[in-house]
Each structure stands twice: as structure tokens, then as C-alpha cells.
């Protein structure tokens, strides 16, 4: 596509149901992130996919959150047991091999009643 | 630990001032990026500077690197009010981004 796509733009979710978020990279970008930003806050770091690397989990909040990369392209972020504090704006954004600039997109508001 | 800190955190000014945000970073770096962030969602990229490079400008963006500091300005110069919104760097590589900078423009 044009531009990363990510889905659903908004999520409504009750306290310990799971959700899944999906990021739809640029075609052929190689490096895929996931990134949390809670309301007035900065972005934290969650997971990064490099091609056919292990991916970087560092930023996983806890063992409620996974995230798999498909055939080097869509990815899916997992959160199980849906907590308040999961209330966030998700982010995705990708790069190209070789490139330095980093393409996001537009997030998926999580919110947890 | 983080590899870009913006500062300030949060600036005010008026449509047609000048607007400057500043990032430090902590190892070596190749190159520093700049975005831009509207409304909470996904961030846009401004602007990149090289390791090579002292200043390079886009527009009405002028970026500054100073590689022995280990720092980068960002120049917004005749603001709007469009221009409010967060601004982050992204040194190098890294994962993680600084807590950004929100600029408000007051028309």
C-alpha cells in the first residue's frame, strides 16, 4: 500500500478480554516497531521486527503482550487480560532496508473500560 | 537507556515568532531524524541530518547537528498555527524516542 495501515482506528474493549491490533507495513520495508503512547506521554518502545531476525521484545510491558510478523509483513500485536492501564494509542511504523527514516501509522486507540 | 531528550517539554509562542526545540543523544550516531506529531497519532518525519552535516534546512525548518555536544536544534522560523504539535528526534537507530517537545502556536 501507500502508507502503513493500521486496524482498527479505534478499539473498545472490556477489562481481561483480549485484543489484537494489526499493522499493515509499507511494501517491502524490512524493519517493523510497535510503539504505546499513553495520553500526554511520549512513545514507549514495545518490539521491533527485522526481517528474519529474532525479533527485539526489550519493551514488552509484560508477559500479556506478544507480537508476531507474519511472511515478513503484517503484523499483529496480542494483549491478553486487557487491563485499564492498557488504555493507549498503539503505533506501528516501518522502514526500509538500508533507510533511516521511519514511516508510521496513524495508531489504533485501545481503550479499556 | 534513551538515546534522544528533547527539550523543553512544552513551548509557547505566537504566530510568526520563531520556535527552537532541542534534542541531546549519549553514543555516536550517523545520522539524527526529526517528526512531527499531530492529534496523538502517527508521527511524520521532517527532516534528517547526517553526521557530516552542521546545518541543513527544508522550508521554514532549519536543523542543527553538533556532533561533539551530542545535539541537535530544530529552528521552526515564522510559525503558524499548523505548526502546533509534537516534535521528537530519533538518533540514529534507536528504538526509543525522548518524551518530546509540544509546541503551541497561538494565532
Known amino acids: 500500500g501507500a502508507g502503513v495501515s493500521q486496524s482498527p482506528s479505534n478499539k473498545v474493549t472490556e477489562k481481561g478480554k483480549d485484543v489484537e491490533l494489526r499493522c499493515d507495513p509499507i511494501?517491502?520495508?524490512?524493519?517493523l516497531y510497535w510503539y504505546r503512547q499513553s495520553l500526554g506521554q511520549g512513545l514507549e518502545f514495545l518490539i521491533y521486527?527485522?526481517?528474519?531476525?529474532?525479533?527485539?521484545k526489550s519493551g514488552l510491558p509484560s508477559d500479556r503482550f506478544s507480537a508476531e510478523r507474519t511472511g515478513g509483513s503484517v503484523s499483529t500485536l496480542t494483549i491478553q487480560r486487557t487491563q485499564q492501564e492498557d488504555s493507549a494509542v498503539y503505533l506501528c511504523?516501518?522502514?526500509?532496508?538500508?533507510?533511516?527514516?521511519?514511516?508510521f501509522g496513524s495508531g489504533t486507540q485501545l481503550s479499556v473500560l | 537507556s534513551q538515546q534522544g531528550e528533547e527539550d523543553p517539554q512544552a513551548l509557547s509562542i505566537q504566530e510568526g515568532e520563531n520556535a527552537t526545540m532541542n534534542c541531546s543523544y549519549k553514543?555516536?550516531?550517523?545520522?539524527l531524524q526529526w517528526y512531527r506529531q499531530n492529534s496523538g497519532r502517527g508521527l511524520v518525519h521532517l527532516i534528517l541530518i547526517r553526521s557530516n552535516e552542521r546545518e541543513k534546512h527544508s522550508g521554514r525548518l532549519r536543523v542543527t547537528l553538533d556532533t561533539s555536544k551530542k545535539s541537535s536544534s530544530l529552528l521552526i522560523t515564522a510559525s503558524r498555527a499548523a505548526d502546533t504539535a509534537s516534535y521528537f528526534c530519533?538518533?540514529?537507530?534507536?528504538?526509543?524516542f525522548g518524551g518530546g517537545t509540544r509546541l503551541m502556536v497561538k494565532p
Open positions: 511504523a516501518s522502514r526500509g532496508g538500508g533507510a533511516e527514516k521511519l514511516f
Open positions: 511494501s517491502g520495508h524490512t524493519a
Open positions: 553514543t555516536s550516531i550517523n545520522n
Open positions: 521486527f527485522q526481517g528474519n531476525s529474532a525479533p527485539d
Open positions: 530519533r538518533a540514529g537507530n534507536m528504538l526509543t
